[in-house]
């Protein structure tokens, strides 16, 4: 079975930093490009960050750049977004996501259940 | 692109059909237009991908069609369970952006 799990979510001051995990089974995880997406509460989906299967190209909405690094340990199946300098509008369920491709995150076709990051004093 | 989704609330009952619009603000490749379902409290779920393919174990009665800046997503006879929130996507070879979202409701 295809399957993401995402961790590393958590109540963070302004300003703080947190390092989202997400492990992948179930597919040839070096394959596919990977992605974060976000949430707010009560709003809807934004593509924050994607890295290529390889690793070697990452890109960012403009709102993250320079904030958070994606990155990936392809022998652990494992995809990270690192986020600094948190801000309260970077409060969100944020969902890992596979592409059907190996470059670029173009469609989403498996989520996982999201982590919780809520930046607040 | 902004992708812009119309209309905002679809109230219909079940065996109805629903035609949800996704106009986006410049031309969009149609390989790269795909269509999302959520519902509360759960991860989103690719329907359609490439502007018309239904993506793998989606029903038929969920169709996708389209092209340049005009795309649609119809459910041909809703079922309780199609009862959620609907999003476009597009990718434009730099930047992914959704849509705001669409909501079927029961009516």
């Known amino acids: 079975e295809v399957q993401l799990v995402e961790s590393g979510g958590d109540l963070v001051q302004p300003g703080g930093s947190l390092r989202l995990s997400c492990v992948a089974s179930g597919f040839s995880f070096s394959t596919y490009a990977m992605s974060w997406v976000r949430q707010a509460p009560g709003r809807g989906l934004e593509w924050v960050s994607d890295i290529s299967g390889s690793g070697l190209t990452t890109y960012y909405t403009d709102s993250v750049k320079g904030r958070f690094t994606i990155s990936r340990d392809n022998p652990k199946n494992t995809l990270y977004l690192q986020t600094n300098s948190l801000r309260a509008e970077d409060t969100a369920v944020y969902y890992c996501?596979?592409?059907?491709?190996?470059?670029?995150?173009?469609?989403?076709?498996?989520w996982g259940r999201g982590t919780v990051v809520t930046v607040s004093s | 692109i902004v992708l812009t989704q119309s209309p905002g609330t679809l109230s219909l009952s079940p065996g109805e059909r629903a035609t949800l619009s996704c106009r986006a603000s410049?031309?969009?490749?149609?390989?790269?237009l795909a269509w999302y379902q959520q519902k509360p409290g759960q991860a989103p779920r690719l329907l359609i991908h490439a502007a018309s393919s239904r993506a793998t174990g989606i029903p038929d009665r969920f169709s996708g069609s389209g092209s340049g800046t005009d795309f649609t997503l119809t459910i041909s006879r809703l079922e309780p369970e199609d009862f959620a929130v609907y999003y476009c996507?597009?990718?434009?070879?730099?930047?992914?952006?959704f849509g705001g979202g669409a909501k079927v409701e029961i009516k």
């Open positions: 996507q597009q990718y434009d070879g730099s930047q992914v952006t």
């Open positions: 996501a596979k592409t059907p491709y190996s470059n670029r995150a173009a469609s989403f076709d498996v």
């Open positions: 410049q031309s969009v490749d149609s390989r790269y």
